[in-house]
């Protein structure tokens, strides 16, 4: 293999600090070096791929089209490093009992698929050979990050509103749509409604959820979490549209009504491609037995 195609984690690392902060000063203390160094060292990740990376001028640095390219790739490579680097120390830690053991961290969304997620950790652990299953609590969103760069192993994940893309994954359960309002509420008292019923309230905007780290345009409330979600419902600020079994953690100050013509939501198991982890393999069989 030609050797100008080989790129060392501590190149991948320098650029992408350069990349990202668009200053040779700010990133070289983000790194933790001279500056010098820094620039030598971009200059010769140039040289050895024959290409631009930074335009380099008065106004300061930007990236060219092969330093966005880069700068893409380079984040997907550095965050496979580091989950690679979690997984493996997983794999040989050891467990509460003091026994070298595999453990496997599931992250889920907080309050979300509770009943699904209970039966599946129940059959699990009835299994001989089961691993540690650590539950990590997500916020809005958070299961595809932590699944990436290796903080989780796998990851109960709900569509449309988390992307699958990258993964594997298998279909769960397929539930309808709930619209949660105040209690107090004049439409808290129907036993259905449709969707544009709640989308069009003037005095309830609906609650705003962050997609890929930015809330669409609206008048709700910008929400990060179910609790803060769950209070401002209470409080007659906002109303919310969300999976049938949500049901489970709705406060008495709230009113669930059903939704006639709202795509349903289904909730996926989903795992890196790659993984070759026998305790994951017998995870994701028990899941879909149930």
């Given at each position: 293999?030609?050797?100008?195609?080989?790129?060392?984690?501590?190149?991948?690392?320098?650029f992408v600090a350069v990349a990202e902060e668009l200053h040779f000063g700010r990133a070289a203390r983000r790194l933790g070096?001279?500056?010098?160094?820094?620039?030598?060292?971009?200059?010769?990740?140039?040289?050895?791929?024959?290409?631009?990376?930074?335009?380099?001028?008065?106004?300061?640095?930007?990236?060219?089209?092969?330093?966005?390219?880069?700068?893409?790739?380079?984040?997907?490579?550095?965050?496979?490093?580091?989950?690679?680097?979690?997984?493996?120390?997983?794999?040989?830690?050891?467990?509460?009992?003091?026994?070298?053991?595999?453990?496997?961290?599931?992250?889920?969304?907080?309050?979300?698929s509770q009943e699904l997620l209970r039966k599946l950790l129940d059959a699990y652990a009835a299994q001989p050979e089961a691993?540690?299953?650590?539950?990590?609590?997500?916020?809005?969103?958070?299961?595809?990050?932590?699944?990436?760069?290796?903080?989780?192993?796998?990851?109960?994940?709900?569509?449309?509103?988390?992307?699958?893309?990258?993964?594997?994954?298998?279909?769960?359960?397929?539930?309808?749509?709930?619209?949660?309002?105040?209690?107090?509420?004049?439409?808290?008292?129907?036993?259905?409604?449709?969707?544009?019923?709640?989308?069009?309230?003037?005095?309830?905007?609906?609650?705003?959820?962050?997609?890929?780290?930015?809330?669409?345009?609206?008048?709700?409330?910008?929400?990060?979490?179910?609790?803060?979600?769950?209070?401002?419902?209470?409080?007659?600020?906002?109303?919310?549209?969300?999976?049938?079994?949500?049901?489970?953690?709705?406060?008495?100050?709230?009113?669930?009504?059903?939704?006639?013509?709202?795509?349903?939501?289904?909730?996926?198991?989903?795992w890196p491609p790659h993984s070759r982890s026998r305790p994951l393999a017998r995870l994701i069989r028990t899941a879909i037995?149930?």
């Amino acid at each position: 293999m030609d050797t100008s195609e080989i790129l060392e984690t501590r190149e991948l690392r320098y650029f992408v600090a350069v990349a990202e902060e668009l200053h040779f000063g700010r990133a070289a203390r983000r790194l933790g070096i001279a500056q010098p160094p820094l620039s030598r060292a971009i200059q010769q990740l140039e040289r050895r791929l024959g290409v631009p990376l930074l335009n380099r001028n008065r106004r300061g640095v930007s990236l060219t089209g092969a330093g966005e390219v880069l700068l893409a790739e380079g984040r997907a490579a550095l965050c496979a490093t580091t989950a690679a680097a979690r997984r493996t120390r997983r794999a040989g830690g050891a467990g509460h009992s003091g026994v070298a053991c595999e453990r496997l961290v599931l992250a889920v969304k907080a309050a979300a698929s509770q009943e699904l997620l209970r039966k599946l950790l129940d059959a699990y652990a009835a299994q001989p050979e089961a691993a540690e299953i650590e539950l990590l609590p997500c916020g809005i969103g958070e299961q595809e990050i932590m699944l990436r760069d290796g903080r989780a192993d796998v990851a109960l994940m709900q569509t449309p509103f988390d992307s699958l893309a990258g993964f594997d994954s298998e279909e769960l359960l397929t539930e309808g749509r709930i619209a949660v309002l105040p209690a107090s509420h004049p439409l808290a008292t129907r036993t259905t409604l449709s969707l544009t019923e709640v989308t069009d309230l003037p005095d309830l905007p609906l609650a705003r959820w962050p997609r890929n780290g930015t809330y669409p345009p609206g008048p709700g409330p910008e929400i990060r979490d179910q609790t803060q979600l769950a209070q401002l419902i209470a409080l007659g600020r906002t109303a919310a549209v969300c999976p049938e079994s949500s049901r489970t953690w709705l406060w008495a100050e709230h009113a669930a009504v059903a939704l006639t013509d709202a795509p349903p939501v289904t909730t996926h198991i989903a795992w890196p491609p790659h993984s070759r982890s026998r305790p994951l393999a017998r995870l994701i069989r028990t899941a879909i037995q149930l």
